[in-house]
């Protein structure tokens, strides 16, 4: 079993800067594809970054692509979601995942979640 647990968000200006931090427990973190979600109010949760188990490959979703940068660090058992140039329509809950398998970006294929951690960028 693994356990989740996010941290860093909050409100911000646009044009703002927010660090996520999801630090993991549990299960050995290091052979797990770990992705960022989030889900805005009435909408469904969407895919925002992923990055491989095996070395620092990435894939972002279009709409963050350029201002946002994930990473991980194994010795921590941390990956972390740094966001620049907010957005008013960034503005979501932002869910931390796993998966023990190949790189993902479906929430259906993650197998563990966070609780999540609301960002908020005002206009």
């Known amino acids: 079993q693994v356990q989740l647990d996010e941290s860093g968000g909050g409100l911000v200006q646009a044009g703002g800067s927010l660090r996520l931090l999801c630090a993991a427990s549990?299960?050995?973190?290091?052979?797990?594809?770990l992705a960022w979600f989030r889900q805005a109010p009435g909408k469904e949760r969407e895919f925002v970054a992923v990055?491989?188990?095996?070395?620092?490959?990435?894939y972002y979703a279009d709409s963050v692509k350029g201002r946002f940068t994930i990473s991980r660090d194994n010795a921590k058992n941390t990956v972390y979601l740094q966001m620049n140039s907010l957005k008013p329509e960034d503005t979501a809950v932002y869910y931390c995942?796993?998966?023990?398998?190949?790189?993902?970006?479906?929430?259906?294929?993650?197998?563990?979640w966070g609780q999540g951690t609301q960002v908020t960028v005002s206009s």
């Open positions: 990055i491989r188990s095996s070395g620092p490959i990435t």
């Open positions: 995942a796993a998966r023990y398998g190949p790189s993902y970006t479906s929430p259906q294929r993650s197998d563990y």
């Open positions: 549990g299960r050995t973190f290091s052979n797990a594809a």
